[in-house]
Structures are given as C-alpha cells and as structure tokens.
C-alpha cells in the first residue's frame, strides 16, 4: 500500500504542538522518528491524515540532570540513549535496551518517545526504564502530569496518552546505592529483529545481600511487565544460583506470552527463565562491584 495524502505540520513548541493536536483532534497525530508510522501507513493501520512533526521542537531533546533526576526528552533518539555516558552510569540496562534497537540507521531516526508511544510488545526500552523505576511526564490541553512508566501501558498500541497529549520525557530518579542492572533479549538473528523475549533487572545489595529487585519482562504479555511477585523473593537473601533459578521460573509463569511468527507461548517461557537467570547474574555482579 503507498503513502495516502497527508498534511505535514511543522509546530517550534511544544504549546504550539499541543494546541494543533487538541484542535485537530482525532484526524492528527504526532510524528517524531517516523519508524513505527510511515510503516503503519503503508501497512493500512494509520488513519489520521494530518501529522504533526514534533523533530523542529527543541526543547523535546536531550538528556539532562536536574534535581536529581535524569530527564530523557522524548525526542532523544535511541542511538543518543544508547551512548549516553549519563545513561549508562545511571541504569546500563535503559543504554544496552536502547542499543539492541534495530539497525545504525534506525536508532539514528527512532526516539525514545515513539519506542513508548506506539506502545508495541515488543519494545526495548520500556522494561529496562520501569526497573530503574522511571516515571513517563506528559502534557496535554489539561497542563502536565506523570505516571510511573509500568502504569503508561494499557494494551498492545494503547497507552493512558489522551486525545493531543504529548510525551515530554523519560525521568529517571537516582538510583538506589549499590544498584546493578541488566537488559537481557533474544532475538531470531542479530541485527535488526525484533525481541522474542526480553528481561531487564535492577538488583541491590548491601553486606553480600540483595535489599531490593525489580524486574520487568518484555515481548512476552500484551504490555511490558513488571513482575513484583519473583523480585520479592530475592530480598533479604544472598546471590546463589539455585535462588535465581527459583526467581526464574516464577517470571516464566507469570509472563502471558503468546504464539507468533517469531516463537510459540512455550519457547517464549523457557526464554524468560533463561534470561532472568542471566539478566540476575550480571545485575548482582554490577552491584557488588557499585559497592567495592
Ligand atoms: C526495521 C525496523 C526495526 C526495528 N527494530 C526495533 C527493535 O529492535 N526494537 C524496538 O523496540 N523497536 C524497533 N523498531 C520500532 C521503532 O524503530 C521504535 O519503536 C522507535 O523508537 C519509534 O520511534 P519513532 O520516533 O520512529 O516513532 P514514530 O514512528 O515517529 O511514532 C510512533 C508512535 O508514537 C507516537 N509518538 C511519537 N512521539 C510521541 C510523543 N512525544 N508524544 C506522543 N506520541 C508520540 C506517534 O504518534 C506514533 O503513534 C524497529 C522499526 C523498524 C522499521
């Protein structure tokens, strides 16, 4: 299917943005990269016929320290994440999730913004950003608002964005001192494929002990998935193998995957257990290492 007209909206502020989308209402949405949209209308699963680019809007970009929290705007793209020495040094599992994004030619046009938006399963960078607790900042005709990045997702291409809300930016607080993190994916080859599963992990630990975990599945329910119940069991206790393997098989049944082109719900499960013990190992590992 070819490209249907369109007309190309070019806003310099975010103000400008939100007006135009309030007024246009459901015939306009925003464009930032283009990676998931221009597809999405060739595919025939975009109907708005007027787009607002949100890439003349500089105040939408960049990566930035502030009180404490490091705020991502949402035009940022992922190659930026991806080598953000602020990123990293923070939650090296947001910089790796970002990394593992498709092709050179991709992260240099995709943002962090769209990679939540379009709200799709599969994403890299929305599980590793809800285990460093990240919080989503919108805006819309009602002024601003935040909700904890495991709250922004409702369903496969839904998200709590209303009519003309805008994303403005990824903010992640400090982290816990001693924190360790990890992003662990499978993918059908390397380079350019999509997540058949994924986990991210932020574990941390004092005097040889894990004091806190959190973890989030990725690819293997309708939205990423924070799964509280297998982080609850680490605390308290020291590393070891048999207790990741333990925490493992509890994510593996609470994920809701599905069967698909790229694996069945069952290959899907035995990934989760695979990865978390992993993504665990490497996460522990890091946080002894932030103590010493
Ligand atoms: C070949 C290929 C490979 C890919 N591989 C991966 C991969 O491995 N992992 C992965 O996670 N993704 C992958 N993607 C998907 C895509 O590149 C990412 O999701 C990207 O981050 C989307 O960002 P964008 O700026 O291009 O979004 P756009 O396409 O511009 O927008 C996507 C959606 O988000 C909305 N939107 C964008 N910004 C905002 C905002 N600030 N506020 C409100 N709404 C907004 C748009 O209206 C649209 O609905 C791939 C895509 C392609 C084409």
Redesign the pocket.
């Known amino acids: 299917m070819g490209m249907p007209d369109f007309s190309y909206l070019r806003p310099g502020s975010v103000a400008d943005a939100c007006a135009l989308a309030s007024r246009l209402g459901d015939d306009a949405?925003?464009?930032?990269?283009?990676?998931?949209?221009?597809?999405?209308f060739h595919r025939g699963r975009?109907t708005a016929r007027q787009l607002i680019a949100?890439d003349g809007i500089d105040e939408?970009r960049g990566i930035t320290i502030a009180a404490g929290e490091l705020r991502i705007g949402?035009?940022t793209?992922?190659a930026a994440v991806a080598a953000s020495a602020l990123v990293r040094d923070r939650l090296v599992a947001l910089a790796d999730a970002a990394r593992?994004?498709?092709?050179a030619q991709?992260r240099s046009?995709?943002?962090?913004?769209?990679?939540?938006?379009?709200a799709?399963a599969?994403?890299?960078?929305p599980p590793a950003a809800i285990a460093g607790e990240a919080r989503v900042h919108l805006i819309g005709a009602h002024g601003t608002r935040e909700v904890a990045a495991e709250e922004f997702f409702l369903g496969p291409r839904r998200t709590v964005?209303a009519q003309g809300?805008?994303?403005?930016a990824i903010a992640l607080p400090a982290q816990p001192a001693g924190s360790g993190s990890s992003y662990q994916r499978f993918?059908r080859r390397k380079g350019?494929?999509?997540?058949v599963a994924a986990v991210a992990v932020r574990v941390t630990m004092a005097a040889g002990r894990i004091t806190g975990a959190r973890i989030a599945l990725g690819a293997v329910a309708p939205v990423p998935m924070l799964v509280s119940r297998a982080a609850a069991m680490l605390e308290g206790e020291r590393p070891s193998r048999a207790l990741f393997a333990d925490v493992a098989a509890v994510c593996a049944d609470d994920a809701l995957p599905i069967t698909d082109l790229r694996g069945s719900a069952e290959f899907r499960r035995e990934l989760v257990n695979v990865l978390t013990r992993r993504a665990l190992d490497e996460a522990s590992a890091r946080a002894e290492e932030a103590r010493s």
């Open positions: 949405t925003f464009i930032a990269g283009g990676t998931e949209l221009i597809p999405d975009e949100l939408l949402a035009l793209t992922v593992a994004i498709g092709s991709i046009l995709a943002t962090i913004g769209g990679n939540f938006c379009r799709v599969c994403a890299d960078t964005l809300e805008m994303l403005l993918s350019a494929a999509l997540a």
